[in-house]
């Protein structure tokens, strides 16, 4: 369904030509989840994921150890992918504003059906950019044409050259 | 881009825009301006790994075109935008599109709602080859939406119609008939292939697919078969248990569930990765090619289709050789009210007449025709002609043509883009020889 939250293709193409290191929260090992299929896809479009979910902390997917919370994590990355339900993005997102100038996170980004405006509105406060109910791999691909490989509306209207930036 | 154009979401450029730009960028790697014609089956994976990420739908990209392929991904995207849907899958026919829809939708016992008015092929592949897939098809008078109400069963897992009804003059109260489809939690089902994106936006209505044979207006040029399924991505396929193909573990692919993993792609994604490989009745490239330059026209054409139609439609309902007009452009027509409804810019080129000679008159008029091209076709520049009881009618019984509008009197006629005096001039001498 089209959600009434809009984005501009520019602000999203700039957060996501920004960002290199995303910590993911709510990732899962199993290769048939959602959160792993955009993990995978997201590393081969060359960012780091760095997956954050307590009940596999210290384990690996897809090649990157898990961590039990952001504050663990002790690399930096700009965004914070929110792969759990509207309700639990409340804390994540607190936590997500608590480390912002530690671990450099310029933007709290929530998964397809993840809205939280309370939350929202807090990160927003403290300078950090916010998207919701996206998924930054689809969103990743309908700005880069590989969603209109699959027949998908990219909503993309233009007549200059696409700059290559596959894989 | 810049920035205004930026904010622009894909439907806030106009029609015409979109119908000339939309999943048509330029080619990237060479620039090519018009659409390449990808004559390929298949594509060179990066690695392994790349291979394995493509077979578990965890990257987009192209495997075989029986799945995707480039040039007919070109021609999804630009129907999937004028409908205004979340994503399109092409098909080899406007019958395979009815196939890869309900196929998505469907499990063996499962029943469906259609309309009795619909285009006669689709009565005979509904009544009769689906059932051999375990598909019932229920047929109902949609005009009474109460009707289509009663005819709900815990089974009925969509209700499919024909936004302008072929052969002709009948329109459809979408909205009427989406309200009954939401109270079941199923979707409705629109073909708009008679009139067009440009005449009839049904995901407006509250429609949730939207099916296309490509062959007609949309290529225009009487060149290449071809079909569309068009999902709206509105509706949730996880609301009730009903919908086990979008919304269960997929075992074909290892438990994937296409509603969970893929949200509102999945209807799309599942006709793609489920439907068309297989039922394997994909498009092809050149018949996207072909389509894609007939939708660079589509408003100007619908446009004269609409104006000629209307006149020619005017003319014959003062012809003496004639009992009636069924056009839902003429102010005596029942659908008038819906036609300005649902088709404000105009009711269509298709009609049908009912000759006061009955069915000899119409074998007659077909074979008198000079300009009219008698064929099994519709939506062509040309001007074609059909006597449907002849000819694609003819496997129904005579209560099922009747109530399709296709009895032993009617002739159908899709009005072309010729000088539109000519087009008179033609049935004028035409009917003058039936009548004699």
């Known amino acids: ?167 | 881009m810049s920035d205004k154009m930026n904010r622009k979401s894909g439907r806030d450029y106009g029609f015409e825009t979109r119908m000339i730009h939309a999943g048509t960028q330029p080619e990237p790697v060479t620039g090519a301006r018009q659409t390449p014609i990808f004559q390929n089956t298949s594509y060179v994976f990066h690695d392994a790994e790349h291979a394995a990420s493509l077979f578990n739908l965890q990257t987009f990209g192209f495997i075989y075109s029986r799945l995707t392929n480039p040039t007919v991904a070109a021609l999804e995207e630009r129907l999937a935008n004028l409908e205004g849907g979340r994503g399109a899958t092409c098909c080899a026919s406007g019958h395979a599109a009815q196939i890869l829809a309900f196929f998505a939708l469907m499990e063996p016992d499962d029943r469906f709602i259609a309309s009795t008015r619909l285009y006669g092929g689709s009565i005979t592949q509904f009544g009769k080859t689906f059932k051999k897939f375990g598909w019932q098809a229920d047929f109902v008078d949609v005009d009474d939406p109460e009707a289509v109400r009663r005819a709900l069963t815990p089974k009925t897992k969509a209700i499919f119609v024909e936004s302008l009804a072929n052969p002709g003059g009948v329109v459809s109260d979408l909205e009427a008939l989406a309200g009954v489809a939401r109270e079941a939690e199923i979707p409705l089902i629109v073909d708009n292939t008679m009139a067009t994106p440009y005449l009839c936006q049904p995901f407006d209505w509250g429609a949730d697919i939207v099916v296309h044979s490509t062959t007609k207006f949309l290529s225009g040029n009487g060149t290449s078969m071809g079909g569309a399924v068009i999902d709206s991505g509105g509706f949730d396929w996880t609301r009730n248990g009903k919908f086990p193909g979008l919304a269960a573990p997929e075992p074909a692919y290892h438990g994937l569930n296409f509603h969970e993993t893929f949200g509102d792609m999945a209807f799309t994604m599942q006709a793609h990765a489920v439907g068309l490989r297989d039922l394997g009745a994909t498009m092809a490239p050149m018949h996207a090619f072909q389509t894609l330059l007939g939708t660079e026209t589509l408003s100007l054409r619908m446009e004269r289709h609409c104006a000629n139609a209307r006149i020619v439609a005017e003319y014959l309902e003062g012809h003496s050789a004639v009992a009636w007009v069924s056009s839902a452009a003429l102010a005596s027509s029942p659908y008038r009210a819906l036609a300005e409804k649902y088709l404000p810019r105009g009711a269509g080129s298709v009609f049908t007449i009912g000759l006061k000679g009955g069915y000899a008159a119409g074998v007659k008029m077909v074979e008198g025709c000079e300009l009219f091209s008698h064929l099994a076709n519709i939506g062509d520049v040309r001007s074609l002609i059909l006597h449907p009881a002849s000819t694609t009618h003819r496997q129904l019984s005579e209560a099922q043509q009747a109530a399709a509008g296709a009895g032993p009197e009617v002739v159908r006629l899709s009005i072309g883009l010729e000088t539109v005096e000519d087009i008179i001039a033609d049935l004028d001498q035409a009917l003058a020889g039936a009548a004699a």
């Open chain 1, 1 to 167: 369904m089209s959600s009434p939250l809009t984005y501009t293709n520019s602000e999203l193409l700039a957060i996501l030509r920004d960002t290199r290191t995303i910590a993911m929260v709510g990732a899962s090992p199993k290769w048939n989840r959602p959160s792993f299929f955009a993990m995978k896809y997201l590393q081969e479009k060359g960012y780091r994921v760095i997956p954050v979910n307590p009940g596999v902390a210290g384990g690996d997917i897809l090649g990157e150890r898990v961590y039990a919370s952001l504050a663990e994590i002790p690399e930096k990355f700009e965004m914070v992918d929110i792969f759990r339900n509207s309700a639990a993005a409340g804390p994540i997102t607190d936590e997500a504003i608590g480390l912002a100038k530690e671990k450099g996170i310029k933007v709290v980004w929530m998964q397809l059906g993840v809205i939280n405006e309370d939350a929202a509105a807090k990160a927003r406060a403290a300078g950090l950019q916010v998207v919701m109910d996206r998924c930054p791999k689809i969103e990743f691909g309908r700005l880069n044409a590989e969603l209109s490989w699959g027949g998908f509306n990219s909503g993309i209207i233009s007549a200059k050259r696409r700059k290559l930036r596959l894989s």
